[in-house]
């Protein structure tokens, strides 16, 4: 997988939101050159390539629809994932959404299996998931809590 793309009320919102999360600039906003009309989709979007190379990139809501020809999902379907190695990194990551405007969830807890986790939305609902894996290990080896 090279990128990930989130449908999004506004583009400009949402790239602010996720610089302020990845703490990277991203590509700003780009394509704004290129408008949509009623039946083609326009190319306003930005991205963000991660340190592994992945590509997280905001895209209009209309614009995602025209596209694919598909109706989108009114809630989340699917979360986004991100996996640190400690509590620590998780709590910092989880302050880092919450200031850039993250709506903040239940409260994290650490799993049965071991690994500490909390939820948060961005400003589109998208959900993700934070998560500490202290053993650095796959997710199929950890080991029960103690």
Not at 32 to 42: K, L
Not at 53 to 66: P, Q
Request: proline share 5%; glycine share 12%.
């Amino acid at each position: 997988m090279h990128a990930i793309t989130l449908a999004v009320a506004d583009v400009a919102r949402s790239a602010e939101f996720y610089r302020a999360l990845l703490g990277i600039d991203g590509s700003g906003v780009i394509g704004t050159e290129f408008p949509s009309t009623e039946t083609q989709a326009g190319g306003t979007t930005a991205m963000f390539t991660l340190d592994d190379g992945l590509i997280v990139s905001v895209y209009g809501r209309d614009d995602m629809a025209k596209d694919s020809g598909v109706a989108l999902a009114d809630g989340p379907a699917a979360t986004i994932g991100h996996f640190v190695d400690s509590q620590a990194d998780a709590e910092a990551f989880l302050d880092r959404a919450r200031i850039a405007g993250a709506t903040m969830l239940a409260a994290p807890y650490t799993r049965p299996w071991g690994m500490w986790s909390g939820f948060f939305q961005d400003p589109d609902g998208h959900l993700w998931e934070v998560v500490a894996n202290p053993g650095g290990g796959a997710p199929e080896d950890a080991k029960p809590a103690e």
